[in-house]
T-cell receptor, first 117, second 110 residues
Framework: DAGVIQSPRHEVTEMGQEVTLRCKPISGHNSLFWYRQTMMRGLELLIYFNNNVPIDDSGMPEDRFSAKMPNASFSTLKIQPSEPRDSAVYFC???????????????FGPGTRLTVL | DAKTTQPPSMDCAEGRAANLPCNHSTISGNEYVYWYRQIHSQGPQYIIHGLKNNETNEMASLIITEDRKSSTLILPHATLRDTAVYYCIVSNTNAGKSTFGDGTTLTVKP
């Protein structure tokens, strides 16, 4: 398996533009997580999905952020409009969560480094 | 999820064992202890997890105290490539959510 795939790896945009980050989870995994990492705030969980359904979006900073998971193999995180303070590395992770597997090993992608000018 | 406390940084000599402590005094009975590490510019990588028994895999060993209020991750023979930030996480995985704290920056020195 290729692991969790994220695109783009780097994104530079201007304030006010729309940004879309993409994630392909590991095949067979049923949970997907979006994280943001900055020096100031560390690694923050933004939102996670289970079986394509958003379970907890309490970490989404504001309405400018939205995430979707239209199917088991694809998710997007959108920022509209983007602001300089959104500059960070955004990680996607996936895992398998089942009734018998009462633990949750997350596999992380390489991240998308976003710079908003 | 229970909160964890880790020292901000530690040094270890190459070839020696690295022992990374974590306090999780408010852990509840259905919460697992997980360890991840993040090497510079990469995504976090799962290392090991446990509930109440000690665990060992090819990467590390996890020692959990009997009262489960603290744990220690042991890298038996640290190498320079083990230099990373190590995160200890306690999580009620009924919903799969894990909260990362600040972690411990381990520096392995030659």
């Amino acid at each position: 398996d290729a692991g969790v795939i994220q695109s783009p790896r780097h994104e530079v945009t201007e304030m006010g533009q729309e940004v879309t980050l993409r994630c392909k989870p590991i095949s067979g995994h049923n949970s997907l997580f979006w994280y943001r990492q900055t020096m100031m705030r560390g690694l923050e969980l933004l939102i996670y999905f289970n079986n394509n359904v958003p379970i907890d979006d309490s970490g989404m900073p504001e309405d400018r952020f939205s995430a979707k998971m239209p199917n088991a193999s694809f998710s997007t995180l959108k920022i509209q409009p983007s602001e300089p303070r959104d500059s960070a590395v955004y990680f996607c992770a996936s895992s398998f969560w089942g009734a018998r597997e009462r633990y949750n090993e997350q596999f992380f992608g390489p991240g998308t480094r976003l710079t908003v000018l | 999820d229970a909160k964890t406390t880790q020292p901000p940084s530690m040094d270890c000599a190459e070839g020696r064992a690295a022992n990374l402590p974590c306090n999780h005094s408010t852990i509840s009975g259905n919460e697992y202890v997980y360890w991840y590490r993040q090497i510079h510019s990469q995504g976090p990588q799962y290392i090991i997890h446990g509930l109440k028994n000690n665990e060992t895999n090819e990467m590390a060993s996890l020692i959990i105290t009997e009262d489960r209020k603290s744990s220690t991750l042991i890298l038996p023979h640290a190498t320079l490539r083990d230099t990373a930030v190590y995160y200890c996480i306690v999580s009620n995985t009924n919903a799969g959510k894990s909260t990362f704290g600040d972690g411990t920056t381990l520096t392995v020195k030659p």
